[in-house]
């Protein structure tokens, strides 16, 4: 494993309020700027794609093909999704039109937050660093970055590029383990993101810093026995093995009708031959686990199964090698079943039918993701309509349309804070909103029936009588209102005024 050296404890305040002085200067206000430093992320990696590739085989085994595709891909997609849109993302806002308040020209602001924290995990040490990066520069934030300590060579790297390519007052990089990470999650931010939820949300609590946060759990797979069956298996495998199956979107189980059972792992078989052709220990499309601790941990589940491993099944904790691993007839309460396995090994869990899927689903946690094989969208809709998950996806594993908040505008405005805004003009109160003054009337009433809003009709009692009320008076409101403005312009209402007092 590459040497990662660590930020000193001590230097993490100061590096917190060199962040906080850069975003305060006001720098970030320009679009331009802005534009700048996301054009910056993408040339780190253009000029750096050797290295990169390198350091990612290095701590995770990874061939050049999975982080061009899941590393590099998404972050480039976030880029210049972001340095397109930033313009049009940062303008002003106007709220819907309402009766009641579009005198006051209400509207929303996009403004930054201010200074945010950042802490990636593992599994994706790009894409989960930088792609939220792009979407705080692009938001006017200032950064500090947290890799993992788990990749090691990733990590070291990313500290050496970062401050050659971006503005090194705003934004930094911390390296290091648990000591580190604790520092930070003590300051204040502005913001913060990560993965470990719980340590993360607890830490944020303390400030009442807004956070997001990506939760694991396990994500399952309904299979139509009517599917192409050969198209299915390719893309379960994909999904499941790609980056050792260290992907919060994976694949973790599979509910598979009983009578089918066979035909589907007929199919896995000739579909995990034409992958590893000459045996998955002698590939270089397989990656490693991140460490000699999670294999073990993984080790030990598929060990302990109760279910019949009928594809790999071999392990090498020194090597970080887990076999790609496919186990039949895997009970509900099978360890395999008992935490997210996060590693490059698929149970099948044999069902009665879309029926006793659907309630295995609905009894556990809500997944990430759930996946539905079938050409048939009777069945498709069946599953999801009757389940809750972060995604629903068909005939497709890993792959979503975006990748909810980490994406485009919605992560930009997870770094954002949407301020409101009205301008009041006085001739409201002149027409409207006189009475709210004291002393208070014993008619008041009667002035805010013109201004709240009228409930709908009571059912089975269809009315419009009431809002045609309101839109009356709301018509008379906008007349004497605009008259109001058009003699205050040309200087008539004061002369107006003036006449009444001669008089």
């Known amino acids: 494993m590459a040497t990662l050296t660590y930020t000193a404890i001590e230097d993490i305040p100061r590096i917190h309020e060199r962040a906080r002085l850069a975003f305060e200067s006001g720098k970030t206000d320009s679009v331009a700027f802005r534009k700048e430093q ?69 509207r929303f602001t ?41 990749t090691p060579a990733t990590s070291q790297l990313l500290g050496e590029l970062i401050p050659k390519y971006l503005d090194p007052e705003l934004y930094h990089l911390v390296n290091g383990g648990v000591p580190e990470t604790t520092k930070l999650l003590e300051l204040k931010w502005d913001h913060s993101n990560g993965r470990v939820g719980r340590i993360i949300a607890a830490a944020a609590a303390k400030h009442l810093t807004p956070i997001t946060l990506e939760v694991g759990c396990k994500n399952p797979v309904v299979v139509d026995p009517k599917v192409d069956v050969k198209m299915t298996a390719k893309r379960l495998l994909w999904g499941r093995f790609s980056n050792a199956g260290q992907i919060c979107l994976a694949p973790e189980y599979v509910l598979v009708p009983a009578a089918f059972q066979d035909t589907l792992v007929e199919a896995l078989k000739e579909a995990y031959n034409a992958f590893y052709p000459d045996g998955p220990e002698k590939s270089d499309s397989i990656s490693r686990i991140v460490s000699e601790a999670h294999t073990t941990r993984i080790k030990r589940l598929v060990d302990e199964t109760k279910g019949k491993v009928i594809l790999g099944g071999q392990a090498d904790v020194s090597k970080r090698y887990i076999a790609p691993t496919v186990v039949r007839d895997v009970p509900a309460d099978d360890s395999l079943m008992s935490e997210e396995i996060f590693g490059p090994v698929l149970p099948l869990v044999p069902v009665k039918d879309v029926d006793e899927a659907v309630a295995f689903i609905k009894a ?11 050409a048939n969208k009777k069945f498709q809709e069946k599953v999801f309509k009757n389940t809750k998950s ?53 008619d008041y009433q009667k002035n805010l029936r013109g201004v709240n809003a009228a409930l709908p009709p009571r059912p089975g009692k269809a009315s419009v009588s009431a809002l045609a009320k309101r839109w009356g008076f709301w018509i008379v409101f906008a007349l004497v209102g605009a008259s109001s403005v058009l003699l205050t312009k040309s200087g008539r209402l004061a002369q107006l005024k003036a006449r009444a007092v001669g008089a």
């Open 364 to 374: 556990r946690e809500h997944p990430l993701a759930i996946y539905v094989f079938s």
């Open 110 to 150: 996009p403004e930054p937050k201010g200074v945010v924290l950042i802490i990636a995990p593992f599994n994706f040490p790009m894409f989960l660093l930088l792609g939220p990066l792009v979407s705080a520069i692009a938001a006017g934030d200032a950064a500090v970055l947290k890799p993992s300590e788990q």
């Open 38 to 106: 996301i054009a910056q992320v993408g040339y780190l990696i253009k000029d750096n794609e050797d290295r990169l590739r390198e350091a990612l085989r290095i701590d995770l085994g990874r061939h050049p093909q999975e982080t061009d595709l899941l590393d590099f891909g998404p972050v480039l997609g976030e880029i210049r999704d972001a340095y397109d849109n930033v313009e049009k993302w940062v303008k002003p806002q106007n709220i819907g039109f309402s009766i009641n308040w579009f005198a006051m020209k209400p």
């Open 390 to 442: 972060g995604a629903a996806v068909a005939n497709e594993t890993v792959i979503s349309a975006g990748d909810g908040y980490y994406s485009g505008k919605h992560a930009f405005e997870q770094f954002t804070h949407y301020r409101v805004s009205l301008d009041n003009p006085s001739w409201v109160d002149k027409v409207a909103f006189g009475f709210r003054y004291p002393p208070y009337k014993s």
